[in-house]
């Protein structure tokens, strides 16, 4: 089982921290450190989510205001120079070093600086032109596939069908409840490539590792979660967070027999087949309304104010 060792926010723009992230993810056993190449000059304005929309007590578009969010982001910003030394500390510790790229005109600056691999996130699957990008730039490419519809994983594997990827089962809803897993996507994705597994946001706290340890026992190839050094309360991401601990209990459980895995779901987890879930399910409500804000959040903006999206030919 690969282990991929999400970063994300939970450095709280801190370098120093992130440095220490790094090393507790080489000694808990994670095979990559990741982080997730993020300005908050990228993020794009749309007036529909400066309100948001509810209609009878439903919720039509979610509400995100543009300032806010751009004032988060901004302090949790890790310039180019900081990334290329993370690069260069994950190559010194022996942890493979990967980024998540949310736009297009991030590649070149990407690629210089040492990242060979990259990810790209759930609501980009549809975005075949930075998947053709990717793939001409890296050497491997991991891609989630929540909130995405069956033609866009289709297609998207069709570009990198010659290529090194992985494909990523995710829910997203955050954090994510064990009845909403539906692992058996996974069996989907299998018809894609052989390299498939589960990217993680379930409530630590609630529901531990366990949710992951059922992905491990239905076949999941590569896990990503979220991962951090600080208490749960510390950062935005850390209540869907797993500890070096965590990781050290998952790269165990991972080389057991199957039979053993399973005695220990039963054991620990009642009814734990819950997570398989519908393989041919449809989105959820949450679902939709986290593709609609999400897919476009980020967009590429040139000198001369042109703007456009991933998805775009440019």
Not at 59 to 81: A, C, F, G, H, W
Not at 108 to 137: H, M, T, W
Not at 260 to 289: A, C, M, P, V
Request: proline content about 4%; glycine content about 6%; hydrophobic content about 35%.
């Amino acid at each position: 089982m690969i282990f991929i060792a999400e970063f994300c926010q939970n450095h709280n723009g801190d370098f120093e921290l992130l440095k220490d992230m790094i090393y507790a993810a080489k000694e808990s056993g994670a095979d990559y450190a990741k982080i997730q190449n993020i300005f908050a000059d990228m993020l794009s304005f749309r007036e529909r989510f400066e309100g948001g929309l509810t209609s009878e007590g439903v919720t039509k578009v979610i509400k995100r205001p543009y300032q806010p969010e751009y004032n988060r982001l901004k302090m949790l910003e890790l310039s180019y120079d900081q990334q290329a030394e993370f690069v260069e500390i994950c190559n010194k510790v022996g942890i493979k070093p990967l980024t998540t790229t949310f736009n297009r005109m991030s590649i070149p600056r990407l690629k210089e600086i040492g990242f060979n691999e990259i990810k790209l996130a759930s609501y980009d699957c549809g975005s075949l032109p930075l998947i053709q990008d990717v793939k001409k730039n890296f050497e491997k490419v991991f891609l989630s596939t929540g909130a995405s519809y069956d033609t866009e994983i289709k297609a998207a594997a069709e570009v990198l069908k010659d290529h090194d990827f992985s494909l990523l089962h995710c829910v997203t809803i955050y954090p994510t409840p064990l009845n909403e897993y539906h692992l058996s996507r996974m069996e989907h994705l299998k018809q894609f490539t052989p390299s498939v597994g589960w990217s993680d946001h379930s409530l630590v706290s609630r529901d531990g590792i366990l949710g992951t340890i059922a992905s491990i026992y239905y076949g999941a190839e590569v896990i990503e979660r979220h991962f951090t050094i600080l208490d749960a309360d510390q950062t935005k991401d850390g209540p869907v967070s797993v500890t070096p601990k965590n990781v050290k209990e998952l790269k165990d459980i991972s080389l057991l027999p199957k039979n053993d895995i399973k005695y220990y779901l039963e054991k620990n987890l009642h009814n734990f087949d819950q997570t398989w879930g519908i393989i041919d399910r449809e989105l959820s409500h949450t679902e939709l309304l986290n593709r609609d804000y999400y897919r476009g959040r980020f967009a590429n903006k040139k000198a001369n104010g042109e703007i456009y999206y991933n998805w775009e030919k440019k």
